[in-house]
């Protein structure tokens, strides 16, 4: 299974909704608190770029010690359509300066400095320390996965339903399968009962991890072929 650090790097480094939140910025509107730009640098670090008139980039400017408080809360959300579709959510707090000379002019970059990570997901809930955080690496596909998820549902919709045939017991469910999450070292799908059927994730994990897209379509032929003997 993925670590707690590369699940939160992964999501640090996705494209899901992201809130800057700090006891220095009040007032603000929910969309003035996201970063249009986000990455991490070498040591770990997290850098935000916003508007420069942004309440945040204000409120870094005028901290006392030049530091600044923050969290960074990312949300992650199911790129298709199940129950309970919020997968998990990433914390990192910090503190927050300016870095002058990195945006475009009317734009600056924030260095959020990180003191404590943790995430709770469909893995469960866990801290990261700082250093671990920094050697994490994300997820190779996760630039890929909402768009590969969604073909999945759309286009080989009875494949995956055939991956009932490989949970023993629950065989005889009935229901819809819809895959909910992928990463390079399985597939997770969500069951959703009939009525009263109840709903729930089953893990199929790839023979061994997969690095690339090409790794992965190798790695769900034979998951599907498995299947459907």
Do not use: K, N
């Not at 494949?159 to 045939?165: K, P, S, W």
């Amino acid at each position: 299974m993925p670590s707690a650090a590369e699940r939160t790097r992964t999501l640090v480094q996705s494209t899901c909704s992201g809130v800057l939140l700090s006891p220095g910025v009040r007032g603000a509107l929910p969309d003035h608190l996201v970063a249009d730009e986000r990455t991490v640098g070498p040591d770990g670090d997290v850098f935000l770029e916003f508007p420069a008139d942004s309440p945040v980039v204000r409120a870094a400017t005028h901290a006392q010690d030049d530091e600044l408080p923050a969290v960074l809360e990312i949300t992650d959300v199911a790129p298709v359509a199940v129950p309970h579709r919020i997968r998990g959510r990433a914390w990192v707090s910090g503190w927050l300066t300016r870095v002058p000379g990195l945006a475009a002019p009317g734009r600056m970059t924030l260095r959020l400095e990180v003191g404590e990570t943790s995430v709770d997901d469909l893995w469960g809930a866990d801290s990261v320390e700082p250093e671990a955080f920094a050697r994490a690496c994300a997820d190779p596909l996760a630039p890929y996965e909402a768009e590969l998820l969604q073909h999945l549902h759309a286009a080989h919709e009875d494949q995956v339903q055939l991956l009932t045939g490989l949970l023993g017991g629950r065989a005889a469910l009935r229901g819809r399968a819809v895959p909910v999450a992928l990463d390079r070292f399985g597939l997770r799908v969500r069951f959703i009962g009939e009525g009263d059927g109840g709903t729930f994730d089953a893990r199929f994990d790839f023979p061994e991890p997969v690095s690339d897209v090409a790794g992965l379509r190798r790695a769900m032929h034979r998951l599907f072929e498995a299947a459907a003997h």
